[in-house]
């Protein structure tokens, strides 16, 4: 069985890290791998780039212009938008020749467009689409962030100027959607639950296969170590309690950041002590801009691609806390569990599903900086922390090893390569 990955980056994003890792968990599963990228940044021999590098500039360059018209030459909400009016037809390159199953994942900003997802779709070759947020099930948005209108069919969207019309851009998009699926099957899979049940529920998914798989992660890379000496390696205080943080960007408001902010205020007011023994490390870019509202000395450490550097990041900590106001099944959480660090986050998307509240981490009423100032709390002054670590291991190696997410997906392939007449 040959499988082509199909994502718009190789390592830049939690799509393309989950996909990276699943390619890599194929490969070491009996499955012949390989991904095809828009950005390729290194130099595996199992990765290639679509060609045309200029072309998948201009495509991106071209949507946004696109959208930018739309929000009538606004910046707000330029980049959680997307229409894939431009993209690349990957069905003539000699990886898409030889692949027997078609693998997407996040496919947005110039990589795919709905046109040729459809040439994907009419060249008979069985595709499976991983969704890595809520955008093959609405019009526009990665984001629902409440908004059920998905549910029925996309319009009067919220992201757009006077919040859109009956014709607005999300009721165009979802019609070329359905055009774009009309006839032909999909094998959509969730990273959580808790997207899937949210795909199931989408006029435009009506009918197509949707399950739920986990993303995997390696424990030999992801693993507990010494956390004197990971402070070491990264300058950290040796005797401090650690609270981590981590966003691509740290600045992004759907990270939460202002709840962690809050919880640390209310942490220092309740528990003066904490303020002389506890410290905030931030992983991210934009760290330095957040660190002057908490009352725990801080630590950014900015952006890292070194994945080494970013276990770690992770071993030195004590607690790591994600307080994001939308997730689907977050990496950093696994990433956080598989080094034995328990997880502090939100109710909300698939968190629930990794943290088993009070075991592994706590999971903390939405939006509630109260809560999550417990959460954190309970995690470094009243759990177990040899028995939360084995219970973060444990689950990681029962639910996201390698070996049980790609039998998995062996048997979403081997479904998606039946004949139409024996799916039904």
């Not at 962030?145 to 992201?159: D, P, S, V």
């Not at 999550?372 to 309970?378: H, K, T, V, Y």
């Amino acid at each position: 069985m040959k499988v082509l990955i199909v994502n718009t980056s190789e390592r830049t994003g939690g799509a393309a890290v989950a996909a990276k890792r699943l390619l890599e968990a194929l490969n070491g599963n009996g499955v012949k791998a390989k991904m095809l990228v828009g950005t390729k940044e290194s130099d595996h021999i199992s990765v290639a780039q679509i060609p045309h590098q200029k072309r998948l500039h201009w495509n991106f360059l071209w949507e946004r212009l696109c959208i930018w018209v739309r929000l009538r030459f606004q910046r707000r909400h330029l980049f959680e938008v997307d229409m894939a009016n431009a993209g690349c037809d990957i069905t003539k390159l000699p990886e898409f020749r030889e692949a027997d199953i078609i693998h997407l994942h996040w496919i947005n900003q110039g990589t795919l467009s709905l046109n040729g997802i459809r040439r994907i779709l009419e060249s008979g070759k069985p595709v499976v689409w991983t969704m890595h947020d809520i955008w093959p099930a609405t019009a526009i948005c990665h984001l629902t962030l409440g908004c059920e209108r998905f549910k029925t069919a996309c319009q009067y969207c919220r992201l757009l100027p006077g919040g859109g019309s009956a014709n607005d851009l999300s009721s165009l998009i979802w019609r070329r959607k359905q055009h774009m699926l009309e006839g032909r099957h999909i094998s959509f899979v969730a990273c959580s639950q808790w997207l899937a049940g949210e795909a199931r529920q989408s006029a435009l998914l009506k009918g197509q296969t949707v399950s739920a798989i986990p993303n995997p992660i390696s424990t030999y890379i992801y693993r507990p170590g010494d956390k004197t000496v990971a402070r070491q390696r990264l300058s950290l205080p040796i005797d401090d309690r650690i609270i981590l943080f981590v966003s691509q960007r740290a600045t992004n408001p759907n990270k939460g950041m202002q709840y962690l902010t809050e919880a640390c205020q209310l942490l220092a007011k309740r528990y003066p002590d904490m303020v002389e023994h506890t410290a905030v490390a931030i992983l991210g870019g934009h760290a330095e801009d957040v660190v002057a509202q908490l009352p725990f000395r801080s630590y950014p450490l900015g952006y890292i691609s070194n994945e080494q550097r970013i276990v770690s990041v992770y071993q030195a900590a004590d607690v790591f806390v994600l307080p994001s106001l939308s997730e689907n099944l977050p990496n950093t959480i696994m990433e956080a569990m598989a080094c034995g660090l328990p997880s502090v986050g939100f109710r909300i998307g698939g968190i629930p599903e990794e943290i088993d509240h009070q075991q592994n981490g706590y999971v903390a009423d939405y939006c509630s900086g109260e809560d999550l100032a417990n959460g954190i709390r309970w995690a470094l002054s009243e759990a177990d922390p040899t028995a939360v670590g084995k219970a973060c291991l444990d689950k990681v190696t029962r639910c996201y090893s390698h070996q049980r997410v790609a039998r998995q997906y062996i048997q979403v392939y081997e479904n998606a390569m039946r004949p139409t007449t024996a799916k039904q």
